[in-house]
């Protein structure tokens, strides 16, 4: 079935650093896939996606390119801050094999970024 | 406009006790999703409902789990003879369909304690 691996955390980095959040998946057929992210004390948003090979989904600073030939979603920013503490999800939606409708998570990875 | 909200946002119950948890979706959106998320294992899939159609069923971790949606908007989800397992945070999400381009938007999520 549909999977999703992300590296595993707790990441620590300095404000202004640059980061990157591996994400891979297993899935049959054409997924959709999604970065979603919760703060201390707050809901699952949606921080970005990318429907097709090739889109690049981007949001507050933060990017990740649909990768078919390397079934990846690697999430990056450029310049950290404080406020983009939080713990950030991969997923995704779809393709042959699986539900359709329903999103499949990775486990997630706790960013904390210092002064 | 209002997002999806969830009722309660904290139950303490004790072992063998049923609860129910509540979810109004996002006006308009015909497509609603029952996750859990545990410290254990993640987030995971337990049910979703899109219009009029059966509901999938294939994320629910066993028949002591049952959930509906009345009139096409606010769903329930029961858990009957509560066991300590069970407790975790339980999020819903609405989307406008259910095709893997759609956004999910999240509650707030009920945390459930059972002791």
């Known amino acids: 079935g549909n999977s999703v691996t992300q590296m595993e955390g707790p990441v620590t980095l300095s404000e202004e650093a640059f980061l990157t959040i591996n994400c891979t998946y297993t899935?049959?057929?054409?997924?959709?896939l999604f970065w979603y992210v919760q703060y201390p004390g707050e809901g699952l948003q949606l921080l970005l996606k990318a429907t097709k090979a090739d889109d690049k989904g981007s949001n507050k600073g933060f990017e990740a390119t649909y990768r078919k030939e390397t079934t990846s979603f690697h999430l990056e920013k450029g310049s950290v801050q404080v406020s983009d503490s939080a713990v950030y999800f991969c997923?995704?939606?779809?393709?042959?094999?699986?539900?359709?409708?329903?999103?499949?998570f990775g486990k997630g990875t706790k960013l904390s970024v210092k002064p | 406009g209002a997002g999806v909200s969830q009722s309660p946002s904290n139950k303490v119950t004790e072992k063998g006790k049923d609860v129910e948890l509540r979810c109004d979706p996002i006006s308009g959106h015909t497509a609603l999703y029952w996750y859990r998320q545990s410290l254990g294992q993640g987030l995971e899939f337990l049910i979703y409902f899109q219009g009029n159609s059966a509901p999938d069923k294939s994320g629910l971790p066993s028949d002591r789990f049952s959930a509906e949606r009345t009139g096409g908007s606010v769903s329930t989800l029961t858990i009957q003879r509560t066991q300590q397992e069970d407790s975790a945070v339980y999020l819903c999400?609405?989307?406008?369909?259910?095709?893997?381009?759609?956004?999910?938007?999240f509650g707030p999520g009920t945390r459930l304690l059972v002791l």
């Open positions: 899935a049959t057929g054409y997924p959709s």
């Open positions: 997923a995704l939606i779809g393709g042959y094999g699986g539900s359709q409708g329903n999103l499949i």
């Open positions: 999400a609405s989307s406008t369909g259910t095709s893997a381009q759609e956004t999910q938007y």
